[in-house]
C-alpha cells in the first residue's frame, strides 16, 4: 500500500500533496474525511479536477474507501491516530465497507496509470500554457 500511496505522487504534484495533508489534518476519531470533493477544492484552495483525480488514485489504492457521499474512511492500516485497539476496532469497521477490493491488483495498477496519464497530459498543458505566457509576456 506504502509504494501504491508514493506512486500517486509520483509527479511531485504539490496540490495533491496539500489535499492529502489536509484529509490527514482534518481526520475525526474513526478515520473519516467529512466533505464532498468540491469542499476540499474550496477549502484547499486546489481545483475540483485535481481534488477529483487525487481522489481516484486514494481509492484505487486503497488508500480511502467511501462510505457515502462527502465521507471518505482512511485506510487504517497506512494512517491511523490513536490507540492500537481503536485502530483494530476501525480496521475491521474498513474492511467491513464495500469497495473494490474484488479488483484484481493489474487492474488497480491499469486504473492507476490511467490516473497518471491523465495527470501527466494536465501537467504538460499546464507546462505549455506557462512556456506560452513567458516567451509572449501575456496570458491566452
Given amino acids: 500500500i506504502q509504494r501504491n500511496i508514493r506512486d500517486i505522487f509520483w509527479f511531485h504534484n504539490i496540490q495533491a500533496l496539500k489535499m492529502l495533508y489536509h484529509i490527514i489534518d482534518n481526520l475525526n476519531k474513526d478515520n473519516q474525511y467529512i466533505g464532498t470533493q468540491r469542499q ?3 477549502r484547499t484552495g486546489i481545483s475540483l479536477k485535481t481534488v477529483s483525480v487525487t481522489v481516484k488514485a486514494l481509492l484505487v489504492s ?3 474507501k467511501t462510505l457515502n457521499n462527502g465521507v471518505y ?3 487504517p492500516d497506512v494512517l491511523f ?3 492500537r ?9 474498513y474492511n467491513t465497507v464495500e469497495s473494490n477490493s474484488d479488483i484484481s491488483d493489474s487492474e488497480k495498477i491499469a486504473n492507476l ?4 496519464a491523465k495527470a501527466q497530459d494536465e501537467i504538460q ?10 516567451k509572449t509576456g501575456t496570458e491566452n
Fill in 113 to 116: 496509470e490511467k490516473v497518471i
Fill in 62 to 64: 486503497d488508500f480511502l
Fill in 125 to 134: 498543458k499546464i507546462k505549455y500554457k506557462s512556456l506560452s505566457v513567458l
Fill in 81 to 83: 491516530k490513536g490507540s
Fill in 40 to 42: 476540499i477544492a474550496e
Fill in 85 to 93: 485497539t481503536a485502530r483494530l476496532n476501525i480496521l475491521h469497521q
Fill in 73 to 75: 474512511f482512511v485506510n
